[in-house]
């Protein structure tokens, strides 16, 4: 009897322990969908409704839709909203921020705090303001504090990293006298797709192509400093202007450092709640695995093909995108499914970029050099192809007049070919 006796509280011990451990992985689980939820009202951009389709729709499919305990759907809507809209109202109020920061407009807003894009009234820099609401879980302060001090972290050691700058942090009161965290970012004014499809042909996979390599670049400065960005979409990166086409990588709230204080790689999680976007994510994070460096450079891929795509909105953008069946994810996102899917847009020097990420050793450095030559190559078939086929890219100026003020079309072609072969002659046959 003595032996069973402890047999069944052997086996209670066990259960009680087993429950314990699971509610601390559903609270796990709980705070990283607040920490997501966070990072998405805090984005550097407004959420557009295809964006927001496509992730609503890839997180149900993928089954990475974490219920949040306290959520807005527990809450009263309406109630939520007019506190939000009365803390929007304060903060116009006590602005400039700092004594320096003007509002300019509300670019989100949501639970979790404010951005707006502002000015600063004496060097008149935009930039964007990310403003904290202070809660009992603090998943916002959490994610605005972590990443400012990344910005400030990385401009320290590098300051030509392809990330936007840090301009000002700092606190704020709300219109309770609770604190609330604020950093200030450097804009990246425009939407990477808005410049590429300016332009149509050869131009638009040439601009493609570039903006590739820089949010590369973006990605290896990340990389250097110990950090992996996991949340790597088109709407995490923008460009500082039409007249310096530079990309920059932005919204750093799900950042992770991969290596300890002393630049060792850190030994991976046997349990870690999934971060980022499904839509855009690796096959081998979907799963729920530590992410590497490699599963960053396989979403930087992913977010190639969206940029080559034909359209600007097409209706099927990754051969992923609107499926249901979870095991078609898996599949199209596996070395196992034929490249042809997933790059049927792309150059062909990119056939041998996913083929190296797909079978690479994921605990060793990747081959940046390799994926810049890559890619550099597409850049400059291209480019051959762009002076080629249309030496002038069809703006709207040239839309509305193709043909040059005093100039007939015939005439203009043939002078233009006439000069072509004149130029072509050998001198001793020139008169």
Known sequence: ???????????????????????????RMVFSAQKTAATRQLSCVSANRPSNRRVAHSQKASGKHVEVAGSD???????????????????????????????????????????????DVVTKVYGVIKVAKSMANEAGNVS?????????????????????????????????????????LEKAAVPVKDYIYEVEGAHRKYRAANISL??????????????????????????????????????LGMARMYTDGESDIRPPRTCCPFRGTPEWASGHAQKGREQTRFDDLIAWLYVTCEL??????????????????????????????????????????????????QTANPQKPPDYHFLA???????????????????????????????????KGKSKSRSRKKSDVEKNMPKNLKQ
């Open 1 to 27: 009897m003595p032996f069973f006796q402890n047999r069944g509280k052997t086996k209670l011990k066990k259960s009680v322990k087993d429950q314990q451990t699971s509610v601390k992985r559903n609270q």
């Open 73 to 119: 759907r527990q809450r009263d809507q309406e109630k939520q909203d007019q506190a939000v809209q009365e803390l929007v109202e304060h903060l116009k109020s006590i602005a400039p921020f700092n004594k320096r920061w003007q509002v300019i407009e509300t670019i989100n807003q949501g639970t979790y705090g404010v951005v707006f894009s502002v000015r």
């Open 144 to 184: 605005a504090e972590w990443e400012g001090f990344i910005l400030e972290t990385m401009f320290k050691r590098s300051e030509t990293a392809s990330i936007v700058r840090l301009l000002d942090k700092g606190m704020l009161a709300d219109q309770h006298g609770e604190g609330m965290e604020f950093v200030v």
């Open 214 to 251: 820089q949010m590369l670049k973006g990605i290896y400065d990340l990389h250097a400093q110990g950090l992996l960005h996991r949340d790597l979409k088109p709407d995490n990166m923008g460009l500082c202007s039409r007249e310096q086409p530079i990309a920059l990588l932005f919204d």
């Open 308 to 357: 080559f795509a034909n359209e600007r909105e097409p209706i099927q953008p990754l051969p992923w995108t609107y499926r249901n069946n979870t095991r078609a994810h898996k599949y199209l996102k596996s070395m196992y499914c034929p490249a042809r899917y997933l790059l049927k847009t792309l150059p062909d020097q990119f056939y041998a970029i996913n083929a190296y990420l």
């Open 373 to 407: 030559e890559k890619t550099y190559e597409a850049i400059k078939e291209l480019e051959v192809k762009k002076l080629q086929l249309s030496p002038i890219p069809m703006t709207a100026e040239r839309v509305k007049n193709p043909i040059p003020k005093g100039s």
